[in-house]
């Protein structure tokens, strides 16, 4: 059940969404039951089970681990799969401490209603360790509710975090109404628990006025296959190139209002007789062999910028001289509209086992994981770049799934934040879509524009509150014209971030304290 609110394949049905309700349901009643309560093993029992609920979940959730080692990383079937087991055997611990914490919890106050009062707070904790510790907070549950305007006004609030505890907490009112001791407090407390979450569920009505939309933004999507060879010799580089600046040109043209989805049907404007100055333009990460300091590139995005009168980000790779040593980065380069190069933004939170190995010497086995990256050196600061007025905050690929450093964009003035990603590593797997709603995620939490360009798609904008204004289909060589805007206010999570996580980690902890206090002090 917790499996069906994510993305399996494609963008999640509006009628999955409501698992997030009850998919812990089954398992609190397990471990709350007096049988399991009364067992001798009892905390064993509830780690297992929840870990054998986590470990299927993360194998599920994120096959596309198994894929993306394989056809892209080059690497045999039996460690491809090895390489999943092993990511779903670590981050199921995350469940597995839930269960005992519950299942702790309810022995020491002799009450399994304490400890579904308590269970909320536990859960956000283990997600926010998850940021800290392992550093993979992948689906966290909010991110289920991200098209749900009601839940997703908490954002700005308290992060994706919020939401995360107003649903399990909906789980474990259900579960309190079932272990309710008489028949008529049973039925009130599921009619009560089972009302909120039909009231909560259908947050998507609750829509506020689409955002004003001034400017207009060019999004590149180069569709470059990531496991073919890229090095374009000769003539092909300015061929490729020349192809790219020519679409980065087009200021109208049809999109898809909303998602990529198969059945839509391509919005074609009225294009205005005067050609539109756009408000930037956008090329991708991408396996194009695109270096920072290579004239032929350099030459190509500065007559673009001028020729255009626009700035221009665009995704490449850097290497810095050190001695006899080259440091390579995951870059992007900001352009101004005179031509010259402003910057660039360096990738700080680089994706593990893709652009870097850690424990390189334990994982030889893993030298060829990636062809085209795997020995990168991450960035130090965090850059915002200015163009006529305008403040452009910058992150790349992987770094959308941390809100608590994306914030910080916007709240070092950040008008509108931008993505920049190749999500053709995935293929045709659920995790595109995965990224995309934690990207609206944090749009809505910094109530920003949020314009999302990638190789092979999802390009898109996001407006303030997580919706899709318009798109292009995946795996095509075309460019998104779109509208966008500028915000300068700064929500309560932009400028004191993971507040919220932090008081439910805390409050877990002092849960933790009575519950071992009570034991000893019965025992």
Known sequence: MLMLPFSIIGPVPFWRTFFSWVAFVPLFYGLL????????????????AAYLMGFLWFTGNCYWIYQTMLYYGGLPPIISAGILIAYSLVLGLYFAALGLLVTAAARAFRSPYYALLAAPFFWVALELLSARFTKVPWDLLGYSQVGNFLLTSLAPWTGVYGITFVLVAGNALIVWGILASTGKRRLVLLTIGLLAVLVLENGDHFAPPSAPSPATAVLLQQNLNVNQDNSW???????????????????????????????????????????VTPGVILWPESP???????????????DLAVYMNAPLIAGSTSLDAHGVRFDMYNSALFVRPDGTVAGRYDKIHLVPWGEYIPFKSFFSFAKNLTQQAGDMTHGWRRMVFSSDGH????????????????????????????????????GDTCAPWQTLNMSRMRAIENRRWLLRDTNTGITTVIDPY???????????????????GYRSDHTFYTLHGDLFAYLCGIITLGIIAATVWLSLRRH
């Open 33 to 48: 039951t007096g049988e399991n309560l009364n067992h001798p093993k009892a905390l064993l029992r509830g780690a297992l």
């Open 233 to 275: 010799p000769g003539a092909e580089y300015e061929h490729h190139v020349s192809q790219f600046a020519k679409l980065s040109t087009r200021t109208c043209g049809p999109f898809l209002a909303g998602m990529p989805e198969l059945n839509a049907y391509p919005v074609t404007p009225d294009c205005p007789a005067r050609p």
């Open 288 to 302: 194009a062999p695109f270096v920072d300091k290579d004239p032929r590139l350099l030459t190509a995005l500065r």
């Open 391 to 426: 403040r452009f905050g910058v992150f790349i690929c992987y770094e959308e799934i941390f809100g608590d450093e994306i914030r910080l964009f916007a709240k070092q003035g950040a008008q509108v934040l931008v993505n920049i990603s190749n999500d053709g590593w995935y």
């Open 466 to 484: 997580g919706r899709l204004t318009a798109s292009v289909q995946r795996h095509a060589l075309t460019s998104l014209a779109a509208r966008y």
